[in-house]
């Protein structure tokens, strides 16, 4: 019977531990390479179900303000128009709301809706507005009820 201390070094069998660290960062590359290529699909999608979401809350909005309008007479003036949909303003006859079911909700973007009547890009009717991803009013990114099209 052979022992393994007499055979020689170079015959003996070499039980392979775990990775070189070579493996380890060609893994790393190659997964850097997919995060880099996959990643920006994913957060543009994100920013426009945003958009979509908000476009849709104004869609609401409007639905609301149009059944107010029907049973007032006019839309609510004031800031406080989209409030006016949940309670009852003391100067308005004929409300019959509430006209939403729940509160004013923020937009995607966690701001406050902007409404206002007479509105300044619908000049008979009035605007909400959605102050976008960068929270600044009058910048390209807001979202307002006169660009959204039905189709």
Do not use: C
């Not at 990643?39 to 979509?52: D, N, S, Y």
């Not at 890009?121 to 990114?141: E, F, K, L, W």
């Amino acid at each position: 019977m052979k022992s393994s201390r007499l055979l020689p070094p170079h015959s003996r069998l070499r039980t392979r531990g775990g990775f070189t660290l070579v493996e380890l960062l060609l893994v790393l590359v190659i997964l850097g390479i997919l995060a880099a290529l996959v990643l920006p699909k994913f957060t543009g999608r994100t920013e426009q179900a945003r958009i979509t979401a908000a476009m849709t809350q104004i869609s609401t909005f409007g639905t609301a303000l149009d059944a107010f309008e029907v049973d007032t007479g006019s839309y609510p003036r004031g800031q406080d128009g989209l409030a006016q949909l949940l309670v009852a303003p003391p100067d308005v006859t004929g409300w019959r709301g509430p006209y939403l079911k729940s509160d004013i909700p923020l937009d995607p973007w966690q701001h406050a809706y902007v409404y206002e009547f007479p509105g300044r890009v619908n000049a008979n009717g009035y605007d909400i507005v959605s102050m976008g991803p960068d929270g600044q009013p009058g910048t390209a990114d807001d979202v307002v009820n006169a660009r959204i099209t039905t189709k």
